[in-house]
């Protein structure tokens, strides 16, 4: 979009907050680089030019406004709308692999070398995967600084900085402060209650309007007992993280999702900020998803009533495909049973200061070793379970956020017990596919003959064509005509 310079000009004129993260507005004359919604005049048209990410204003010698901090703005609804090998990277160095990885981590796992990432990169954003990294090693940085009363040579190490002279470097090129200015100006604005040791208290930004409804009650509605929990107006699960675990607690606002996070390891922060925005699927465009399903008359009421429906999507890929095989043709009260024997036998216990988590969810290769006669599951779904974390464990199939959602789905398919319904919710949920679509779900069908749409599952197909690239909302919208706890926010 950046290179639409007329439609550039529009939203920054208009402060149009919807183009937040899209694109970004550098302002020659003072050499600062801003969010389309900056509060501040707007400058003069012949002193605006725009790039595609932060990284691109940085690497041309930008900084950071101070009044719109356009480092803290919603991602690009792009990469989560798209599949090809630019918005895999994307997604990747958002969870910080390049951080632990470097490039030719990110380059092997997308199959390419690293020259040809960087040349992808380089010609969509304008920034290499060093530079995109480094922007986003800044944001983190920050939020340290601001938020902690970590040490600052903690706080480099924490943000992925290689030493404290490059992170002081960073700081100040990017933000035009030193770490200790930063600081003393977010101490100075506060006017929160003082922090809780060992917690991290943040703000994630979305693009408005957000539904909670259906994206926290679904959360909370099919959570396993031990690792999820609704507490207090808020959402809570424990996090497998590279460098340990962590417990989050997630609770909707009118303009921002309230994060808490206690983190064993201050490393992960960056990870778990990235896995949250993408479980609450906070980098969407609600505005372009809901003009294309208006333009069905059958469905354009319910998205007048309830606008800004997210898909709840899972912190772990890995996770959510074995929980869904234990829901096959079963309740979600069943399911769950079935989750939570699981978590309790193998999962590792944690302790919870604020609350009622006690495990992190079992990864595949402790799953991979049970016995299957001690799961409570017909015959044919024990071997649908032991072929699936088999295959997870041995790294035969690697679900994730760079997943290639085709490939995935015949991997998925291939497996003895998987159907169109397993694969489909598998690639809505867990690898973030916005075109996922359930025809043939119980729920779909009878809300579909509720409204007088197709009932069967190829005519509902054929009838959904029309909403794509965005069926998996449309699933949410018509999932949301039914009075089941999944779509109401827990009392």
Known sequence: MHTDTERCVRAVQSKDARFDGWFFTAVLTTRIYCRPSCPVVPPKVENMTFYPSAAACQQAGFRACKRCRPDTSPGSPEWNARADTVARAMRL?????????????????????????????????????????????????????????????????????????????????????????????????????????????????????????NLFGHLAATGVPGVEEWLDGAYRRTLNLPYGHGIVALAPRPDHIACRLALTDPRDLTIAISRCRWMLDLDADPVAVDDQLRTDELLAPLVDKAPGRRVPRTVDAAEFAVRAVLGQQVSTAAARTHAGRLVTAHGEAIEDAEGGLTHLFPPSEALATLDPQTLALPGTRRTTFMSLVGALADGSLQLGIDSDWDKARAQLTAIPGFGHWTVEVIAMRALGDPDAFLPGDLGMRRAAAELGLPSTPAALTDRAAAWRPWRAYAVQYLWATDDHPINRLPS
Do not use: C, H, K
């Open 93 to 213: 160095i958002r969870d910080g692999v390049v951080d632990r990885e470097g490039v030719p981590g990110l380059a092997a796992r997308l199959g390419y070398s690293t020259r040809q990432i960087e040349r992808q990169l380089l010609a969509e954003l304008g920034a290499g995967p060093l530079a995109l990294a480094r922007a986003q090693r800044a944001q983190t940085a920050r939020l340290l600084i601001e938020t902690t009363a970590l040490p600052m040579a903690e706080v480099a190490f924490a943000a992925g900085f290689a030493s404290i002279r490059t992170f002081n470097d960073t700081v100040r090129e990017v933000f035009a402060l030193a770490p200790g200015e930063l600081r003393t100006r977010a101490t100075r604005s506060r006017t929160a209650p003082p922090q809780t040791p060992g917690v991290i208290s943040l703000r994630l930004p979305y693009r408005a309007p957000l539904n909670p409804s």
